[in-house]
């Protein structure tokens, strides 16, 4: 411990707000940095923060309800501003008004695609941690590990109920589902909600597809009759710990029904705890993507199916909100809605990237810089624009403080999300970290600190490769720049260097692999089939 | 006259209220195919836009002043949106609150560089029809045709006092001088504020100036002695129909206080001219750019020196604001503010384009499709939107409109310029265009009509190019389609061959050269040798 910790911490202890507990909690080595520059500052404001939390804790008599509203590939700027609504051909008004109402966040940076992001809001950990680095396509095999703690997990220990409905994409193995990682109840999908439910019928319109069928198939030239994957399993149901049950089979039609299903399910947890003694998360993680144009009606000027897709997307996120208003406890619910990473920008005609360059699985902006707000009436200050760096991480951390269960986060791992709260309850310029370390699939791609980032990935030996952006005078990347740097390289070199040694002390967990489809009790039997093909897989070369 | 015509204009006249001398405008092929649709629909709006301009008449007891702001090269989204704002890492509160208060256009296009946009918005006419379609360079020996009408002249026969403050750009000869095109008083530019007062200086600073007086060249390797540009003149001023006076000689110390004096002429003109009978039109198109930060304090968390000018800018256009309130005379004025093209790109930490492809002088989006507000407080309905295609050459037709002097515009000659008189008074969806024909320099390079670009030049022949962009689904331009557009090749060929036909009966003026600083009483012995040399220049081959 150095002085200036030593120090920090009695001068904690004094505040007598902090204790040694939370002090534990262990941050990638660039926060400890930060903590040595602004510890007793931050100590301060935690003390003001915990007057406010127990004030609303007083008035409504239980802690706030979270609702995180999560959805698929959608970059910064696509919705939530009026401007590029225009620019763009549709309009969100809902979620306008939820910018205008709450926070737009300009630097909310996730993971780079689904699997990573919703992983590490789900541990408060990169996704490389976890081993939930990569998308998972079925058959996958593979999955969130049973060691790591969620958030709905503590929030569940600290007297919350919890509930999920939609796109898990966690994997297919059983210890991934969500039941058994801390949620009360849970109706989800496995993997992303393209193969094959959605996208072999899309596929099929592109003239690609394969059905979805293994009796579709036409054989005369295949040779692996197994190889195709078939018998896939949209979407499961289950409640803490028990097993899991296949909803509807894949079908287009199915697909459909199933993205107004979830938005049911959403709105009739809310209905069934609004008045429950204790308070609620809700991780609402919507499937939105249906880019078939065929039976759809178009009311918008840009007219494509994504424009459709985003009407709906607005019109559900516009519901929550309503519901929440009508039950009479929007003023203790933090509602957070954002995409969980930058659009599939090779999807012409459907994804686009508005603002930024890069896409899904990019670490350039466009991959990882999202569209986000927030919402807590009489907590959150209408209009506010936050240009912090925030990370999808940090809600994990964040609501952990607001349902006082910071004492639930494990202290033998690194915990990437930095609480947050002094953001929502004031506004912009109130981070607590001004780094994030981007990882593209298993690989540390690039380091954003402050309006520099450094990209460590592709480059040349030597000083031939310029690495180095400056957000704020390019923000789409477009000029990487290395003489004008060179006061830059060091200090990188250093941010680097920490995370690496951080990185060794406490290494990554190996992606958990396992049999798909177990502890799914109505496996139809093409996805028993399924499963044994994918056993055979897995065995083979052992 | 067809039928459909004839039975319009019988409408018209019925109606009362559209004179066949308005009438007579002579507009763009494109025009007429929406009057024929919807003639009648117009004429009714405008008997109730007539109501409500004649209602403010009676209270304010004159026609609306009108201030147009029009600043240099900046891209969509720089200014004036919160959002972008924290991504830039600048602010522009004033600019914002403007968009808040009044209106936000999201498709106001201009040409794409400064003298021809410039050009249009005195004359309501494309460029090209002018001769004034590229910028001008010192020495330029040409400049806007006396025979062209401008907004000045025509709203200074309907009786209004008539200013203009800052960069003119409309070149060097005396016919083109704006206290001759109009203006009841003009402190102006000849040229663009590059060079060589600023640029030289800034040149210098890149170690490529040639030093911005003639003895300042090391001369050993030269041969011609006459061939780099001195004597430039930065600033000149003047009263209607009068001889000009350089203000202040070129160099940076000046150019930067001229950024400040014209500030303070503007306020000047508005304080003066506040309570005459008479309504004024201010043309206040500041300088805007220095590029240099040496002496520059940093105010931004992007901290360039661009960024300081937009702070400069944005805080420039919040004092005319506020002294229109101050003053009492808000609700009577009409403020436009508003970038003349997209940024230079090729200026790197400098200018730089935040959401559309392509920069100053380019036909695509990012070219000419530009920052713009607008303000009058009772009249523009506060936190407007408007997503129609609009044009700097309708503000002509439109301040015509306001100003009653639609009888004043010449009907010898072509008027793009459309009255969107209903866009302020009314909104979003009001716009009497869907089109815009884009010419780079003397080149069609694209046609804009409803959602929909066309691109004509750079094309090789047959079916190979994907000339076509939808701006909606592909609002940057990243790819463009063909097989898509089949439908849109034959409806496209006959925007264009109407235009052809009419410019055909209507030629474009050549541009008009003449003897450079004529005029201009107080030359200095560099700018009268400077002069020599151009005369012989253009003397050479003759």
Redo the contacts between chains.
Sequence with gaps: MTKTKLRLLIVMMLIGTVTIKAQKIIHDAEQEILLEQYGVQWAKQDQDIDKKLKALEKKFGKKPNIVHIMWDDNSF?EVG???F??????DTPRLNKMGEDGI?F??MYTEPSCTPTRAAALTGRLAVRSGMHTVSFPPEGAGLPAEEVTIAEILSEAGYNTGFVGKGHQGDIEEAHLQNQGFDEATFSMYNQFPPAMWHHQGQAAGMSIGYEKDMYEKKYLVDQTWRPYGYIMDITAKKGGKARETLPPTLENYRKTIEIHQELALDYINRKADDDKPFYLAYWPNVYDLMRVGQETTT????AF?QNMDRLDRHVGEILDLLKEKGIAENTLVIAMADNGPMVEV??AM????FNGGKGDYREGGIRVAAFAEWPGVIEPGT???DIITVHDLFTTFARLGGAMDKIPTDRIIDGVDQTATFLYGDAQSRRDYYHIYTGPYHAATIKQ?YKRVWIGGRPGLVKNDFY?L?????EM?G?MA?FLWAWGPFDMVKKRHDLMNKKYPFTPTRHGIPFEGIENLRPESIQFQETVKKTMNTGK
Excluded: L, W
């Design positions: 700027g501003i009026e401007a609504n225009k620019i763009r051909g549709f737009t300009t630097r000027s840009n007219s494509t424009a012409p005609a686009y990237q508005v603002v624009y936050v240009g309006q400056d704020y005078q390019d923000p789409r000029r720049m004008q």
